[in-house]
C-alpha cells in the first residue's frame, strides 16, 4: 500500500515525538518522513522528501510556522498543511486560512481529533490521486482538446513536419479519417482590398468565420473535407473517389465562391491545388493551391481556379527532402545518435525511389550542403574541425556515386556536428555552473544571498537553475551556500580565532544563534566545543 508522506516541524523534540506516538500512522495510511525544528531547516527538508503534508508549529525560531507555511504553498500548491499552536488568538487562525492550511489546531494536541483530520486529509489526497489517474476524466481532457489537435495535425501536414510513417498514427490517435484514394489541397483566399464604392461593412476575420461555415456547410455532405484556419486564409483537404472526380469538384468550388459572394459579401478565390495519392504529398498540393490562387490577377477572383487546367506543365514534385533535412537537423541538436542515424537513412532511402532526373538530384545535393553550411553558421559548429580547412564540400558531395555513399558521408559528418553540439552544451552547462559557484566564492558573506539572488545574477529561472546545479554538483544550491559557509566559519574559527558572533556575520548569518545551530547540525556541536576539542587534540 502506498502511504502518504508527513512533516513534522517543531522546535521541540519532545512535541513531535509524543505526536509521532499519538497514532498508528500506518494503519490511517500515512508515514512520518521525517521531523524539522524550523522553518528554514522545513523547507530544505520539503524540497528533498516531496511530502504530501506538513504539520507544523507557529512559535519557531529563525522562520515562524506562518511564513514557512507562505514559502512552502508557493513552491508546492497542493502541499496540505495543518498547523497547531498554543495560541488560541483570531489573528492566528485568519493567518492560517491565507495560507490555506487545512486545520488550524491547538496544544495539547488530543489523538482522537489529530485522527479524524488525518482520515478526512487521506480522503481529500485519494480523491485527488484517483482524479489523476481517472481515464474518463483524462478522455474528457483529450476530447475537449481534439479539435485544437486535429488542426494541428493539418497544419503539420500543410508544412511537410510529419514523417511518412508517423501520419496513419497522428491520424488515428485524433480520430481522423483520411482513407482517400486521392486528395486535394484547396485554398479559400477572401479578398481585403475594397473595390471602388464597396464599404467595409464587416470584420475581416468575422467574415472568414462565415464564408468557413457556408464552405463546411456546402461540402462535407457532399465532398468528404476538413476545413481549417490557416496564415489568414481557408484551407480544405478533400477526399476523391477517382481523378475524374476532380472536374465536379472544380465546379462545387467555383459555385462555393459565388454564394459566398452573394451570401456573406466576401470575394473568395478557390485555388485547387494538384491531386495526389499520398498524404505525404499535401505540402504539394498546397503549394499548387497557392500558385493558383496569384493567378487570380489573370482570370479574376470570385471563382474557382484549378492549377492542373490552368498550368498542366507546372512542377508537382513535392519537396518532401526539406522535411527529412530538418528531421536530420532536429536530431543533430537534440536526439541520440541512433535516431539521428534513423533521420538519414529514411533520408537516403527516400531519394533513392524518387526517381528525379540527374540534374535535380544534383540540384538537390547542392542545396542540402548550403543547408549544411548554414545550420553549421547558426549553431557555432566549427566547420573546419568537421570537414577540415579548406575542403571543396560541394565537389565532394557530388562525386558520391550513390545514394548509399550519401548516406555514409552524412552519417560520418552529421555525428561529429552531434558530438561537437553536445559538447559545446556540456560545456555551457559546466560554464553556468562554474559561474554560479564563483558568484558564491564572493558573495558567501551577503545575508541577502538566496537562489533568487543568483538567478537574477545568471538571469535564468530557478526551476532550470536548480536542475542544472544538482546535476552538475550533487547538492541543491542551498546545500552547497551552507557548506561553503560552514567551510568558511571553520577557518575563521581554527585559524583566525574569531568570535562566533562575528564569524556567523562574516559567513552571511544575522542571527548568531541561528548560525550555531547550523554549525551544530553540520559538525555535531557547537562552534566552541569544536574549537575546544580540537585544541585539545594537538
Known amino acids: 500500500m502506498n502511504l502518504y508522506s508527513v512533516l513534522l516541524v517543531d522546535d521541540e523534540e519532545d512535541v513531535f515525538q509524543v505526536i509521532m506516538k499519538k497514532l498508528d500512522w500506518e494503519s490511517m495510511g500515512f508515514r512520518i518522513a521525517g521531523y524539522a525544528r524550523n522553518g528554514v531547516e522545513a523547507l530544505e527538508m520539503a524540497e528533498e522528501l516531496q511530502v504530501d503534508v506538513v504539520m507544523t508549529d507557529i512559535k519557531m525560531p529563525y522562520m515562524d510556522g506562518l511564513t514557512f507555511c507562505k514559502k512552502l504553498k508557493e513552491l508546492y500548491p497542493k502541499t496540505k498543511i495543518i498547523i497547531f499552536s498554543g495560541f488560541d488568538e483570531f489573528d492566528y487562525a485568519r493567518e492560517?486560512?491565507?495560507?490555506?492550511?487545512?486545520?488550524?489546531?491547538?496544544?495539547?494536541?488530543?489523538?482522537?481529533?489529530?485522527?479524524?483530520?488525518?482520515?478526512?486529509?487521506?480522503?481529500?489526497?485519494?480523491?485527488?490521486?484517483?482524479?489523476?489517474?481517472?481515464?474518463?476524466?483524462?478522455?474528457?481532457?483529450?476530447?475537449?482538446?481534439?479539435p485544437m489537435l486535429q488542426e494541428n495535425f493539418f497544419v503539420s501536414l500543410m508544412e511537410g513536419r510529419i514523417s511518412e510513417n508517423q501520419i496513419e498514427k497522428y491520424a488515428e490517435d485524433y480520430q481522423i479519417d483520411l482513407q482517400g484514394p486521392y486528395y486535394v489541397v484547396t485554398i479559400l483566399h477572401i479578398s481585403t482590398t475594397m473595390t471602388d464604392g464597396e464599404e467595409r461593412q464587416i470584420d475581416p476575420f468575422l467574415k472568414a468565420i462565415a464564408v468557413k461555415k457556408l464552405a463546411e456547410e456546402q461540402l462535407m455532405d457532399t465532398w468528404e473535407s476538413k476545413l481549417f484556419m490557416y496564415l489568414g486564409d481557408i484551407l480544405v483537404i478533400t477526399q476523391l473517389r477517382d481523378e475524374d472526380s476532380a472536374a465536379s469538384f472544380t465546379d462545387t468550388m467555383d459555385k462555393l465562391c459565388r454564394m459566398s459572394k452573394r451570401i456573406c459579401n466576401a470575394r473568395v478565390t478557390a485555388g485547387i491545388g494538384h491531386l495526389c495519392g499520398q498524404l505525404s504529398q499535401l505540402p504539394g498540393s498546397y503549394q499548387g493551391a497557392k500558385n493558383a490562387v496569384s493567378y487570380r490577377v489573370l482570370y479574376g477572383n470570385t471563382r474557382a481556379i484549378n492549377i492542373a487546367e490552368i498550368d498542366p506543365q507546372e512542377n508537382v514534385d513535392v519537396p518532401w527532402e526539406e522535411a527529412f533535412i530538418q528531421k536530420i537537423f532536429k536530431e543533430i541538436k537534440m536526439g541520440e545518435e541512433g535516431a539521428l542515424k534513423e533521420a538519414i537513412g529514411e533520408f537516403a532511402?527516400?531519394?533513392?525511389?524518387?526517381?528525379?532526373?540527374?540534374?535535380?538530384?544534383?540540384?538537390?545535393?547542392?542545396?542540402?550542403?548550403?543547408?549544411?553550411?548554414?545550420?553549421?553558421?547558426?549553431?557555432?559548429?566549427?566547420?573546419?574541425?568537421?570537414?577540415?580547412?579548406?575542403?571543396?564540400?560541394?565537389?565532394?558531395?557530388?562525386?558520391?556515386?550513390?545514394?548509399?555513399?550519401?548516406?555514409?558521408?552524412?552519417?560520418?559528418?552529421?555525428?561529429?556536428?552531434?558530438?561537437?553540439?553536445?559538447?559545446?552544451?556540456?560545456?555551457?552547462?559546466?560554464?553556468?555552473?562554474?559561474?554560479?559557484?564563483?558568484?558564491?566564492?564572493?558573495?558567501?558573506?551577503?545575508?541577502?544571498?538566496?537562489?533568487?539572488?543568483?538567478?537574477?545574477?545568471?538571469?535564468?529561472?530557478?526551476?532550470?537553475?536548480?536542475?542544472?546545479?544538482?546535476?552538475?554538483?550533487?547538492?541543491?544550491?542551498?546545500?552547497?551556500?551552507?557548506?561553503?559557509?560552514?567551510?568558511?566559519?571553520?577557518?575563521?574559527?581554527?585559524?583566525?580565532?574569531?568570535?562566533?558572533?562575528?564569524?556567523?556575520?562574516?559567513?552571511?548569518?544575522?542571527?548568531?544563534?541561528?548560525?550555531?545551530?547550523?554549525?551544530?547540525?553540520?559538525?555535531?556541536?557547537?562552534?566552541?566545543?569544536?574549537?575546544?576539542?580540537?585544541?585539545?587534540?594537538?
Open 349 to 538: 532511402a527516400r531519394l533513392a525511389v524518387s526517381k528525379i532526373s540527374l540534374q535535380k538530384y544534383r540540384l538537390l545535393l547542392m542545396e542540402l550542403v548550403t543547408e549544411i553550411f548554414r545550420f553549421i553558421g547558426n549553431n557555432q559548429i566549427n566547420g573546419d574541425a568537421i570537414f577540415g580547412q579548406d575542403s571543396d564540400i560541394y565537389n565532394q558531395v557530388l562525386q558520391l556515386e550513390s545514394t548509399q555513399a550519401l548516406r555514409d558521408w552524412l552519417e560520418k559528418n552529421c555525428m561529429k556536428m552531434h558530438r561537437q553540439v553536445l559538447h559545446e552544451r556540456q560545456d555551457t552547462t559546466k560554464f553556468f555552473v562554474t559561474k554560479a559557484v564563483e558568484y558564491v566564492k564572493e558573495h558567501y558573506g551577503d545575508q541577502d544571498l538566496s537562489i533568487e539572488t543568483i538567478c537574477s545574477y545568471l538571469s535564468v529561472s530557478a526551476a532550470y537553475f536548480s536542475t542544472v546545479f544538482k546535476k552538475e554538483t550533487g547538492k541543491t544550491f542551498i546545500n552547497y551556500l551552507t557548506d561553503y559557509r560552514m567551510d568558511k566559519a571553520l577557518e575563521l574559527l581554527m585559524e583566525k580565532g574569531e568570535k562566533t558572533y562575528i564569524i556567523a556575520e562574516k559567513v552571511g548569518y544575522s542571527d548568531p544563534n541561528y548560525f550555531s545551530y547550523v554549525f551544530k547540525k553540520q559538525f555535531g556541536m557547537s562552534p566552541s566545543k569544536y574549537k575546544a576539542d580540537k585544541l585539545e587534540q594537538r
Open 96 to 146: 492560517a486560512i491565507k495560507v490555506e492550511a487545512e486545520e488550524y489546531i491547538l496544544k495539547p494536541i488530543d489523538s482522537n481529533e489529530l485522527r479524524e483530520i488525518f482520515e478526512r486529509i487521506k480522503i481529500n489526497l485519494d480523491k485527488e490521486l484517483d482524479e489523476k489517474r481517472n481515464i474518463d476524466k483524462l478522455r474528457e481532457y483529450y476530447l475537449e482538446s481534439l
